[in-house]
């Protein structure tokens, strides 16, 4: 008989969202009527910037044609785009990323989940807690953790850095071995982002110690705050310990469309073994290349017009942020996040454990948001909103919370 990876039988339920879909899928049925608000799963609602749909639509024509029509992508990935993003994403930033170093993905999720392949499985994993559940899932699934626990809400073998209100929702530096260490700033979900002297301390530390941080930065472009870094590749010596995920969901809308990167540099070696080597021979086995019309898509994000209407898009996010969170505040909660990233971490009221609050808001107000123990046991307490409905949602969910 066929024997199968036993670590998936380590992973608790179903993943986070799923499980809420159901829940909210269950009480929709009950409760035909209610016009339910989704401020659950950080998917975006506005469409495509014009900018970006026009060059689909050149890429499509392309595509029709036999001059112009393109096979299989480089596995990492086209030219144009990887250029436009090493000068505009980095090297205006000043930070020293050549278009060699970036690899072109369909998106930060996939990214996030296979770049542990690179590691030995005996490396230790430090994750922030709470946290986005991909970075811990897949290295369950890899074997890199032992048993959960249902009482904690931990694995045992893991490095949890718990972010609390105590601590600014800043992690502090474990205080034993940790080798893969998974930062995401701007924070999802908490919503807070670090300052450029706490990411530098985090490069420090893991030169010192021989670590490797994970920097999921895909919510970059919600930075409002100057001394906020954009790129960990900002920091001193963070070529030589960091790689960076990045994605155009959040930034641009390709939830749907699909398309990320990562940034893996020359000098993150290990020995004689070469990280990025590695990540470039990995692609080509296991990767055939982001679609054409997407990067076409992409490239456009970087175009003047592009930017401008992105730009747009997440201000309106931003500014609904902003009405959530102030509106949350006024209202008497204790609410974090929202300036940086379109995330709101409100503390749930009367000490009602989150997933209370989650069944409590969704029956009396129609709301649907997300318990904030889904993503790690420091988590509860508190429960996390998002900024990427209409602002007319958005104000109705204010609403109908400050009625409750
Ligand atoms: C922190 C973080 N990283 C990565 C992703 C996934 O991004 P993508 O849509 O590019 O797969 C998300 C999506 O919610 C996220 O919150």
Not at 38 to 66: C, F, N, S, W, Y
Not at 114 to 120: D, G, H, K, R, V
């Amino acid at each position: 008989m066929f024997k199968v990876n036993e670590n998936f039988a380590k992973l608790p339920g179903s993943y986070l969202f799923a499980g809420i879909a159901k829940k909210v899928a269950a009480f929709q049925e009950a409760h035909p009527e209610t016009e339910i608000i989704r401020l659950g799963i950080g998917d975006v609602t506005q469409p495509l910037a014009p900018a970006i749909i026009e060059a689909m639509h050149q890429a499509v024509d392309e595509m029709g044609k036999a001059e112009t029509f393109r096979g299989y992508a480089p596995e990492q990935g086209y030219e144009f785009l990887r250029d436009v993003i090493a000068r505009e994403d980095f090297q205006s930033r000043g930070c020293d990323i050549s278009a060699d170093e970036i690899f072109i993905s369909d998106g930060a999720k996939c990214d996030a989940g296979n770049i542990q392949e690179l590691f030995s499985p005996d490396s230790v994993v430090a994750v922030c807690d709470p946290v986005y559940p991909v970075y811990l899932d897949s290295n369950v699934m890899a074997g890199r953790t032992g048993l959960y626990h249902e009482e904690t809400g931990k694995f045992d073998g893991v490095v949890y850095m718990p972010c609390t209100e105590a601590n600014g929702f800043l992690p502090e530096f474990p205080k034993e071995r940790a080798d893969l260490i998974y930062l995401c700033f701007p924070n999802n979900p908490t919503g807070e982002a670090i300052k450029k002297a706490d990411l530098q301390a985090w490069v420090d530390y893991a030169n010192r110690n021989g670590s490797v941080i994970i920097y999921d930065a895909a919510y970059e472009a919600y930075i409002t705050e100057e001394g906020v870094p954009h790129s960990i590749y900002e920091c001193r010596g963070a070529k030589t310990c960091a790689i960076e995920l990045r994605s155009f969901s959040k930034k641009a809308g390709f939830t749907g469309t699909r398309l990320g990167f990562s940034v893996i540099p020359k000098e993150l070696v290990c020995g004689s073994a070469s990280l990025n080597a590695m990540w470039s021979r990995r692609q080509g086995s296991k990767y055939n290349g982001t679609p054409y019309i997407i990067q076409r898509a992409g490239e456009a994000v970087y175009s003047p017009e592009g930017a401008k209407q992105v730009k747009e898009q997440i201000d309106r996010y931003m500014f609904n942020a902003k009405t959530i969170r102030d509106g949350l505040i006024d209202a008497g909660f204790t609410a974090y996040g929202g300036v940086n990233s379109p995330y709101i971490w409100m503390k749930t009221p009367n000490g009602m454990k989150s997933w209370e609050f989650f069944d409590y808001l969704l029956e009396k107000a129609g709301i649907v948001g997300t318990p904030g123990a889904g993503f790690g046991p420091s988590g509860e307490g508190y429960f996390r909103l998002t900024a990427f409905g209409t602002y007319e949602n958005s104000l109705k969910a204010l609403d109908r919370i400050k009625k409750l």
